[in-house]
């Protein structure tokens, strides 16, 4: 089985909204569990250098600002395919198309509050945790796993 991780935020919305709980609980629900979790008012070299890709789109100072704009929740999950199905447990980048269901879908409404973010590739989850979490992730071996994987 190949365990993956993955680096997913509650924005500042999410926070300020106390949505950081049922947001928890959605991945932990699935089954994945935490490696790393932190509340962290970030700082703009930070939050400029996660969303470095988007540096060239018109949206990036508003979605930078917004990031700044209150403390964020970092963390990490793990199980396998975390990667996928984080994304699709989160739903599309704009709530209007998010699917009932999802938590996009099911707790905002525009797309520049989208409460959440989630990395979008292995590679991309591997350089936003490097950022995030400098300090490493903490190992250990959950209970549950026998009862979550019929094979591991
Ligand atoms: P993702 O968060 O679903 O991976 P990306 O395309 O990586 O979506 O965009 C990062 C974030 O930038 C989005 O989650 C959203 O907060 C913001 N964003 C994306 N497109 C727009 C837009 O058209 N207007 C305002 N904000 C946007
Ligand atoms: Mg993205």
New binding site residues.
């Given amino acids: 089985m190949t365990t993956e991780v993955t680096f997913i935020m509650v924005?500042p919305d999410g926070v300020q909204r106390n949505l950081t709980g049922e947001i928890i609980r959605r991945f932990e629900a699935k089954g994945y569990y935490l490696r790393g979790l932190k509340l962290k008012q970030v700082e703009r070299s930070l939050a400029e250098e996660h969303?470095i890709d988007?540096k060239s789109?018109p949206?990036y100072p508003?979605?930078v600002d917004?990031i700044l704009s209150a403390p964020v929740v970092a963390m990490v999950f793990s199980g396998k395919n975390v990667v996928t199905m984080g994304r699709k447990l989160?739903g599309?980048?704009?709530p209007l198309a998010s699917e009932p269901g999802t938590i996009r879908g099911d707790l905002c409404i525009d797309?520049?509050r989208?409460v959440i973010?989630?990395s979008?590739s292995v590679e991309s989850a591997q350089r936003e945790i490097g950022l995030w979490f400098p300090e490493g992730l903490v190992e250990y071996k959950p209970h549950m796993l026998p009862w979550i994987y019929e094979r591991m």
Avoid: M, Q, R, S
Wanted: charged letters at 15%; hydrophobic letters at 35%.
């Fill in positions: 924005k969303y988007l789109k949206f508003g979605l917004y989160i599309a980048t704009n797309v520049g989208n973010h989630g979008d």
